[in-house]
Nanobody, 125 residues
């Protein structure tokens, strides 16, 4: 599986931004997909994840109520819609695939086997 993230950019605090991750490979539609972020000087953190069918979603506390993860298995793409953005959301956002799980969502980065190159989201205050 190869992952290509896109859609990052500069947005004002309170604004919205959507990032997407296009995957190649047939296994995409059968595995859990996740989004992580890494701010400068900080460790990579879990943001959200979605089961293969889309019926299970899990969010970090910081993302609940503001971010929405979704996927389109026909387009082999997973999305992260981010609303009410804050300056502290500024980070590089990475998509990742957990090849061993279809529905069980794990928030630790070590569980994810494939990673995109990341897309930078900058929120100005």
């Amino acid at each position: 599986v190869q992952l290509q993230a896109s859609g990052g950019g500069l947005v004002q605090a309170g604004g919205s931004l959507s990032v997407s991750c296009a995957a190649s490979g047939r296994t995409f539609s059968t595995v859990v997909m996740g989004w992580f972020c890494q701010a400068p000087g900080k460790e990579r953190e879990f943001v959200a994840a979605i089961s293969w069918s889309g019926d299970r979603k899990y969010y970090a506390e910081s993302a609940k109520g503001r971010f929405t993860i979704s996927r389109d298995n026909v387009k082999n793409t997973v999305y992260l819609q981010m609303n009410s953005l804050k300056a502290e959301d500024t980070a590089v956002y990475y998509c990742a695939a957990d090849k061993d799980r279809r529905s069980l969502i794990v928030t630790e980065s070590y569980a994810y086997d494939y990673w995109g190159q990341g897309t930078l989201v900058t929120v100005s205050s």
